[in-house]
């Protein structure tokens, strides 16, 4: 998918919210803000939301004190999430349909973005979790759950931390089927990496990987040849976020996009209204409209 | 009142909202959005937001077809102010306070402003408009009422269209003074002009001068000498909307800001919480959180 215009205020915005998290003072921040704008010129935007994401978070953690801005807020989700997970699964338990309540949670879970927004409360949090199981989901619910049945081996690929406790729910529902869960190979945004994956103890229903990349999706090319490996093996793929969807759509395969539409962007893309939830493999996209 | 690290991406976000106005197409918009990128880092930061917005906005005129991107916003603005103006004026009639009132309303008006948001629809304009007669006024409005009485003369800085007509509402209510009202010189964002000023019949009821400048504010120095004699000149100085908030706390005289604060920078600057109507000339600033 290719960059447009109303991601361009989002990744600045991103920019300055990872200099609140890691720079010291205020002096500090806008010396960094002055140098990064000096820089912004050079990036090519004729390439996915996540390619130039992934620039320029790049950036950001070569100007700053640390290589991980955003671990305490990673941490943060993990904590909230991890002490909201036994009475999700309780729900899930209690549903008529656990596969289809899992995949709710999992998407609900996805709101915890801060590449989409500069915070998540957790009032914000707990009024969609309260809304969740009665959110309807749009695409290809019936095929996903038809693929899923019939898989034997599912690659899942997170998007955030503190959701990946969401996704967690949803791996316990899968089948027999043999999971793997590849998380970023490094750091970039509020992106899960393998400590997440351990936090929610994932080793425990799935074979943990990381993709060898620090874009805040799945970019093949950039990803390790192991990674992409077990992406052409897997008889169906998981992606979770808009940063997979960015990054992932014109690829062939059987993969199913699971993810809440959370900016004007990626619901034109889609072809699904803001705020849907979202389970497809095959999408309609919508003429952009930038008015 | 300096920059802070969240202008920023304000900033870029009204570059981005100014292409989508005036480019024709989606390829001409990321070419000239690359183009202002290239040059973004040459503007030092070191200044106050509208004189930095000045700098920003000329520059988009530069590359653009048009020197007066937000003219059909404005325009539409107006409209719907002047269909209001009938029923409100006679609210204001109606009151047992009709100053206040009218302060009320003209404080408002001032939701219209395309800078600090991208977007205003006419629903929540209406929707202000139903809560504005019981929203309290914080600030020094008894000493705004005092000094109107005293005042043989009076000078009024607008902020945007549409807003405008509100402001000639106050003005209707101003006693018997002289009122001048001062428009900016140049269209900057959609900021009220002297077209504007005559679209709202202002003539009728104050004399109409323009301050020479193009900056989204009140910069003195860059204002012509008529206009800096007139605002030396003035009893009472009312100052409408965040711009002007700006650029003229740091100034002497009797100087009443009337505003709204629309965005948290302006609410740490100022002391008072989002979303408050303010009339004061003193301001009890708060230490500026980046959290």
């Keep these: 998918m290719k960059t447009s215009l109303d991601c361009i205020p989002c990744f600045i915005r991103q920019a300055t919210d990872t200099?609140?998290?890691?720079a010291k003072s205020e002096n500090d921040r806008m010396r960094l803000i002055n140098n990064f704008l000096q820089w912004i010129g050079e990036v090519d935007l004729d390439q996915s939301p996540?390619?130039?994401?992934?620039?320029?978070?790049?950036?950001?953690?070569?100007?700053?004190?640390?290589?991980?801005?955003?671990?305490?807020?990673?941490?943060?989700?993990?904590?909230?999430?991890?002490?909201?997970?036994?009475?999700?699964?309780?729900?899930?338990?209690?549903s008529p349909d656990p596969l289809t309540m899992a995949v709710r949670y999992a998407i609900t879970g996805n709101i915890i973005d801060l590449g989409a927004k500069n915070s998540i409360g957790f009032g914000e949090i707990y009024a969609e979790l309260q809304s969740a199981p009665q959110q309807p989901i749009f695409g290809d619910m019936e095929a996903f759950k038809k693929a899923i049945k019939q898989a034997k081996t599912?690659?899942?690929?997170?998007?955030?931390?503190?959701?990946?406790?969401?996704?967690?729910?949803?791996?316990?529902?899968?089948?027999?089927a043999k999971i793997t869960l590849a998380v970023?190979?490094?750091?970039?945004?509020?992106?899960?990496?393998?400590?997440?994956?351990?936090?929610?103890?994932?080793?425990?229903?799935?074979?943990?990987?990381?993709?060898?990349?620090?874009?805040?999706?799945?970019i093949l090319d950039d990803c390790s040849?192991?990674?992409?490996?077990?992406?052409?093996?897997?008889?169906?793929?998981?992606?979770?976020?808009?940063?997979?969807?960015e990054s992932l759509t014109e690829k062939s395969g059987n993969i199913f996009f699971l993810?809440?539409?959370?900016?004007?962007?990626?619901?034109?893309?889609?072809?699904?209204?803001?705020?849907?939830?979202?389970?497809?493999?095959?999408?309609?996209?919508?003429?952009?409209?930038?008015?």
């Design 259 to 291: 993810f809440r539409t959370k900016c004007p962007v990626i619901s034109s893309n889609s072809g699904f209204d803001l705020g849907t939830y979202v389970a497809a493999n095959h999408f309609t996209r919508k003429d952009i409209s930038c008015n």
């Design 50 to 94: 996540p390619a130039i994401a992934q620039i320029i978070h790049r950036r950001l953690r070569g100007i700053l004190p640390t290589d991980d801005p955003y671990r305490a807020a990673k941490n943060m989700h993990n904590a909230l999430a991890a002490s909201l997970t036994p009475s999700i699964r309780r729900r899930i338990e209690a």
């Design 225 to 245: 040849s192991e990674f992409r490996r077990r992406f052409g093996e897997a008889d169906v793929v998981i992606a979770k976020g808009q940063g997979n969807f």
């Design 19 to 22: 200099l609140k998290m890691a």
């Design 184 to 218: 970023r190979g490094n750091p970039v945004i509020n992106d899960a990496t393998r400590s997440d994956a351990q936090a929610a103890d994932i080793g425990a229903v799935a074979e943990i990987i990381d993709n060898g990349s620090d874009a805040p999706g799945t």
């Design 154 to 176: 599912i690659l899942y690929l997170t998007d955030n931390a503190g959701e990946i406790f969401f996704d967690r729910l949803l791996i316990e529902r899968l089948s027999d």
